[in-house]
T-cell receptor
Framework: DGGITQSPKYLFRKEGQNVTLSCEQN?????MYWYRQDPGQGLRLIYY???????QKGDIAEGYSVSREKKESFPLTVTSAQKNPTAFYLC?????????????FGNGTRLTVT | QKEVEQNSGPLSVPEGAIASLNCTYS??????FFWYRQYSGKSPELIMS????GDKEDGRFTAQLNKASQYVSLLIRDSQPSDSATYLC???????????FGPGTRLSVLP
């Protein structure tokens, strides 16, 4: 079955360490996204990519970095520059070709930084 | 003004009643609108999408769109306790593939 796989499900890190969250999809989607969700709040866009080797900053890109070397993969690195990294991180994808294609989400990674 | 606004709730309705969830957006050129349901601790799942003015029905769910008023709503008929979740409204910003989400409305269906 096609889908989006995020790993790990839970991640714990010490303050000052960089950490990379994995996102892999086998839906053959062109566009991939990273969102952050804080308790009781909606989703905020970190980065998105509409094609391999190209990506754009979202609304809260500071302290994060991404790469898109393969169509299937869009890893997110949370750097030590991110002031408040503890959050629920969601990866999503869509076909990228039709204006009305919805987002499909992975199961998320819950990051805790102490 | 936030791009996508929703009442945060919680919205409480008795089992069997109609739940009405509302969403307004600020970008007049937005063309595509989506409703997602998110259970606590889980990722959002798509319930409905709507692109044209009017109503769109799918089972117990009806989405309503009024582009002139920049307003999208979701009606849930015969609400069940399993409908208790947070409902997120999403809009594609401008002409691109940039999705913007509202803060969500928490719905509680009381048995």
């Amino acid at each position: 079955d096609g889908g989006i796989t995020q790993s790990p499900k839970y991640l714990f890190r010490k303050e000052g360490q960089n950490v990379t969250l994995s996102c892999e999809q086998n839906l053959n989607h062109d566009a991939m996204y990273w969102y952050r969700q804080d308790p009781g709040q909606g989703l905020r866009l970190i980065y998105y990519s509409q094609i391999v080797n190209d990506f754009q900053k979202g609304d809260i890109a500071e302290g994060y970095s991404v790469s898109r070397e393969k169509k299937e993969s869009f890893p997110l690195t949370v750097t030590s520059a991110q002031k408040n990294p503890t959050a629920f991180y969601l990866c999503a994808s869509t076909t990228g070709t039709a204006y009305n294609s919805p987002l499909h989400f992975g199961n998320g990674t819950r990051l805790t930084v102490t | 003004q936030k791009e996508v606004e929703q009442n945060s709730g919680p919205l409480s309705v008795p089992e069997g009643a109609i739940a009405s969830l509302n969403c307004t957006y600020s970008d007049r050129v937005s063309q595509s609108f989506f409703w997602y349901r998110q259970y606590s601790g889980k990722s959002p799942e798509l319930i409905m999408s709507i692109y044209s003015n009017g109503d769109k029905e799918d089972g117990r769910f009806t989405a309503q769109l009024n582009k002139a008023s920049q307003y999208v709503s979701l009606l849930i008929r015969d609400s069940q306790p399993s409908d208790s979740a947070t409902y997120l409204c999403a809009v594609i910003r401008g002409y691109g593939q940039n999705f913007v989400f509202g803060p969500g409305t928490r719905l509680s269906v009381l048995p």
